[in-house]
C-alpha cells in the first residue's frame, strides 16, 4: 500500500462525504434513471492532490458499486458528482462554489476544509445551496446559516471523549500542550481542546500555532521538550523531533495511518492516542473492511480517515431525500435533517443534532472512542455513545460557541 505519512495530518477530516453519497452508475435501463448533479470541491493538484484529491477520486470510483442507485418518490437516480480544485483556500473556495451553482447547477456541495468551505458560506446561503463541511470551527454554523451542515464527526464531541478518559486512566497527567497549525483547520481542532482542558483539571501550559506551510519543525520541538508536558496534542510532524529530542510523555492525536508510525518509529508510537474514526482496528465495520480492501486492491491506496467517515455515511444524502420526498427542494431536506431522525449508517443509527452548542441541528452525532497504538495494533480502550458524548460536550461547553 501507498504510505500517506504525513499531509494527512494537516487535513484531517476535511472530505466527510466526498466517497460515499458521491456514487453514480445506473441501474438496467439506464433512461429510467436521473442524474442528481453533486459538486464536490477539495484540493487536487499539488501535493494536497496527491494525498487527498486522487485518493478521494479512487474511493468514489468503488463506492459507486455501493449505491449504483436510488428511489425517491417512485423515480430512479443516481448522483453525477462533480469534482473541482478548492486548492484548501479561500479563494478556491469562492471559486467553485461559484462554478457549481451559476454553471453546473448544483443543489448539494461539498466543501472540503473550513477554510473554502467558510470563504463559500455566504454564496451557498444566498442561493440556498446545501454545504457539507467538515473539519470546521464551530462558528461556522448556526441558526444564521441553516444551509451548512457537518455530516463528519466534529472537534467538541470527540474532544471531550479523549479528556474523559485521560483524566480518568491517567490521573497523573495533568500539564497538556498543544500544537496545530496556524489557521482555521488547526484552530477548529486545538481550541476545543483548550476550552475543554479546565472542566477535567488539566492545565494548558503551551497552545503553539506554527505557520501553514512550515516545514522545520525542531525550533518548536527543542521549546515543547524543554516545557515537557505530561501529554502533547499535536501530529506525527511536531512528534517525530520531540522524540529525537528525548521527549517521554504521551501523545494525542485525531487521525492515524500506519505510515505514520513508521515515519516516527513504531517503538515511539507506543501508547498514542487517537480520538476520532479510523479506519483501522478490530472494532472497523465489517463493510469498511470490504469497502478498503476494493480501493486497495483497485488502486493501492492506503485507508485514509477521510475515506472511511464519506463510507461511513454513503446512504445519508439518498435517505434524507427519501424522507423528504424531493431531490431539489432543500428546505424539506433540512426539515429532515433538523428533525433528529435517526439514519442508518455503517456504525448503526446516527441523528443530526448541535443546537445546544451551535444553536441548529446541522452536525451528525457520532459515537465516541478512543484507540491507542499497542505495539503494532490499533486497540479501542475507551468508547462512548453518540448521546453521552453529545451529553458531556453540552455539559462541558455550555454556551460558549452560541451566538
Known sequence: MKKWVSITAIVVLCLALVVG?????????????????????LPMSGIFGAAVGLPAVHASEVGRELLP???????????????????????????TATKFIYEDGVKIMTQAGPDPAGAAQTICEEAGVLMLSAASPPELFGPDKPHTI?????????????????????????????????????HSVGDPI?????????????????????????PLATK????????????????????????EGKNAYTNWTEGWAEFVGWDNYQGVMIYQ????????????????AEIDRRFGDEPSQSSYLSGVMHSLLPQIMQRAGTV???????????????????????????????GINNWMLWPGAVHEIRDHDYVLVYEMTAEEAYDLACEVYGDLYLK
Open 277 to 292: 474514526p479510523n479506519p483501522y482496528g478490530e472494532d472497523m465495520p465489517p463493510e469498511a473492511i470490504d469497502y478498503f
Open 21 to 41: 453519497v458521491a456514487c453514480g452508475g445506473g441501474g438496467e435501463d439506464e433512461e429510467e434513471v436521473q442524474g442528481i448533479k453533486y459538486g464536490v470541491a
Open 194 to 218: 483548550i476550552d475543554a482542558a479546565p472542566y477535567f483539571g488539566l492545565d494548558v501550559v503551551s497552545a503553539e500555532w506554527p505557520p501553514v506551510g512550515v516545514t522545520e519543525y525542531y
Open 150 to 186: 457537518q455530516t463528519s464527526p466534529n472537534y467538541l464531541t470527540d474532544t471531550v471523549v479523549v479528556l474523559k478518559y485521560i483524566a480518568e486512566t491517567y490521573p497523573e497527567v495533568k500539564k497538556i500542550a498543544t500544537a496545530f497549525s496556524d489557521d482555521a483547520l488547526g
Open 69 to 95: 442507485e436510488f428511489t425517491v418518490a417512485g423515480q430512479r437516480y443516481r448522483f453525477d458528482t462533480i469534482f473541482e480544485d478548492n486548492m484548501f483556500t479561500g479563494a478556491g473556495g469562492v471559486a
Open 224 to 247: 515543547l521538550v524543554h516545557i515537557n508536558p505530561d501529554i502533547i496534542f499535536t501530529d506525527p510532524l511536531i512528534l517525530k523531533p520531540m522524540r529525537e529530542l528525548g521527549y
Open 328 to 358: 431539489d427542494d432543500v428546505d424539506k431536506m433540512l426539515e429532515v435533517i433538523h428533525s433528529e431522525e435517526y439514519f442508518d449508517t455503517w456504525l448503526g443509527p446516527m441523528r443530526f443534532g448541535g443546537e445546544e452548542l451551535i
